[in-house]
Nanobody
């Protein structure tokens, strides 16, 4: 079993930055690929970025390329999402998810989910 806890959300002005953290626990977290998704009320969950268990490969949604960076610290069992040049359209609840399989932009491929952290970008 894997447990995930997100932190680091908040309110920021457009153009600002935030760093989200996803702390994982459980014996298999270190071997899981991890993804970040976001969702607004009434809308489908949207893929943001994913990283392999080793951290050697990443996949970004086009909407965040060049602005967001994912990384993981295996010693701390934590995955980070550095978000720069934030835009109002980045406003959402951000979820961390983990899978024992490969990285995927499809949310149904992830077995474990955190509860989310709210990110609000004001214009």
């Amino acid at each position: 079993q894997v447990q995930l806890v997100e932190s680091g959300g908040g309110l920021v002005q457009a153009g600002g930055s935030l760093r989200l953290s996803c702390a994982g626990s459980g014996r298999t977290f270190s071997s899981c690929a991890v993804g970040w998704f976001r969702q607004n009320p009434g809308k489908e969950r949207e893929f943001v970025v994913a990283i392999t268990w080793s951290g050697g490969s990443t996949t970004y949604a086009d909407s965040v390329k060049g602005r967001f960076t994912i990384s993981r610290d295996t010693a701390k069992n934590t995955v980070y999402l550095q978000m720069n040049s934030l835009k109002p359209e980045d406003t959402a609840v951000y979820y961390c998810a983990a899978t024992r399989g490969n990285t995927s932009p499809r949310s149904e491929r992830y077995e474990y989910w955190g509860r989310g952290t709210q990110v609000t970008v004001s214009s």
